[in-house]
Each structure stands twice: as structure tokens, then as C-alpha cells.
């Protein structure tokens, strides 16, 4: 059998508060297949960033176990996990989170030069390309729009051809214009790329494009089920 891209066994995730540790996700069981898109979905306060964030080992779960392509986050250091990132993930926020001081090409090309990619800057452009920025290369982030700088994002994440690319609310703070051309973008590069999809959202126009909805409420999975069972 095809070893999972994500595995969660028993996973869970405490922080702490000023009263004592605060219980985020609570007995998370959950395999995601390789190749396969994944939405989670639900309220405000769910869990559903939590759950993502363990995913791609920028939390660490309390307990429990958190796998990704076989490689067990949870007993990796923090440099382990930055480097397996790296290498197998790319991830998409809500808020860009771009370099203010860099072009679009170096924003896209700067995490390619730290893995020791010879051609950094030529697989960037080709990046930008693909999401239809090749005449906005050199421009700052300050210099374009919301959805330029989500697609920046989108070629960042997308350009060391991750295994994995996971999306926080990827059109959270965007129009519903270039929401829908993000969404076409997100989907496309997965295609591309032959990536497994994981993404939090709030719209269900965008859920209903995954092969499989997991939805959270206070923690916990209270529905998962896939595309053809939801039609």
C-alpha cells in the first residue's frame, strides 16, 4: 500500500493560557492520501488552522502522532522540521507574508537559494510565470495588489515542486474576483505539480472543489466525507 501523505493518530493540541493549558484539537485520527485535495471547514474557533499547523509541524502536537510521508514530526527538532519543509511542503497563509525589501522574483527565488538550488532565479520566473506575473518580477510587495501578492505567495510555495502544499485561508483577504482566480491558480499548481492539497477555508464554494471535506467543531472531526459521497 502507497504510504500516506499526512497521518494523524491520536493527535492533540494544548497551549497554554493565562489560566493553564487551553485544549485546541482533542483524539484528531486521520489519514490523507497522496495526490488527493482535502478541505477542512468550520466555524470560527474550530480548530481548523491548528490542525493544518500540525500538519506541516509549525505546531507540535501535545500528544499523539503526526506523520508526513512517513516521516514522524513529532520527533523531529525545530531545524529537522525546517528543513523538511523545505524540502517536501509548501505552505500558503491568508497574509502573504512576503519580504517587504525583496522583488517578487526574490521573494519567490530567496527560499530556493537557501535549499542550494543552482537555478534559484530561473525556476522563480518560471514560478511567476505560471501565475501570470512575469512582467511584475521585479516589483516590491508595496507595489502590488492583495491577489498579486497571494500569487506571489502561490509561487513561492509551489516552486520547490512540494510533495505537500498546504493553504490557510488562501483567499481570506481577497475579492471575490481574484478569490476565484487564486482558487483556479491553487488548484492548477497542484495539478501541475502532482501535490497533495490541504486547505482551511470558509467557503463552501471552494470545500465543494476538494476530494474529501473534513469538518471541525470545538476540536474535533464531527463529519468527513468525500466528494461522491457529498453528491
Known amino acids: 500500500m502507497t504510504t500516506p501523505a499526512l497521518t494523524l493518530q491520536n493527535a492533540a493540541l494544548s497551549l497554554d493560557g493565562n489560566a493553564g493549558p487551553v485544549g485546541i484539537l482533542h483524539d484528531i485520527n486521520l489519514n490523507v492520501e497522496m495526490?488527493?485535495?482535502?478541505?477542512?471547514?468550520?466555524?470560527?474557533?474550530?480548530?481548523?488552522?491548528s490542525l493544518l499547523m500540525l500538519m506541516g509541524g509549525l505546531e507540535q502536537a501535545t500528544s499523539g502522532r503526526v506523520t508526513a510521508l512517513g516521516n514522524d514530526l513529532t520527533e523531529m527538532d525545530e531545524d529537522a522540521l525546517a528543513r523538511f519543509r523545505r524540502d517536501a511542503m509548501g505552505v500558503v497563509f491568508q497574509n502573504f507574508h512576503l519580504i517587504p525589501t525583496m522583488t517578487a522574483l526574490e521573494n519567490v527565488a530567496t527560499p530556493l537559494e537557501l535549499a542550494g538550488r543552482r537555478d534559484a532565479f530561473d525556476r522563480a520566473a518560471t514560478e511567476l510565470d505560471a501565475v501570470g506575473l512575469s512582467h511584475r518580477q521585479n516589483h516590491y510587495p508595496a507595489q502590488l495588489s492583495g491577489g498579486e501578492q497571494q500569487r506571489v505567495a502561490l509561487a513561492r510555495a509551489s516552486a520547490p515542486r512540494p510533495r505537500i502544499l498546504?493553504?490557510?485561508?488562501?483567499?481570506?483577504?481577497?475579492?471575490?474576483?481574484?478569490?476565484?482566480?487564486?482558487?483556479?491558480l491553487l488548484f492548477g499548481l497542484r495539478d501541475r505539480h502532482g501535490a497533495t492539497l490541504v486547505l482551511v477555508t470558509h467557503s463552501h464554494a471552494l470545500a465543494r472543489k476538494c476530494d474529501r471535506v473534513v469538518r471541525l467543531r470545538d476540536g474535533r472531526i464531527a463529519e468527513d466525507e468525500t466528494r461522491e459521497a457529498a453528491e
Do not use: R
Open 166 to 184: 498546504l493553504a490557510d485561508e488562501p483567499t481570506g483577504n481577497l475579492d471575490e474576483t481574484n478569490g476565484a482566480a487564486i482558487v483556479d
Open 35 to 49: 495526490e488527493t485535495t482535502l478541505g477542512l471547514v468550520g466555524p470560527s474557533g474550530s480548530g481548523k488552522s
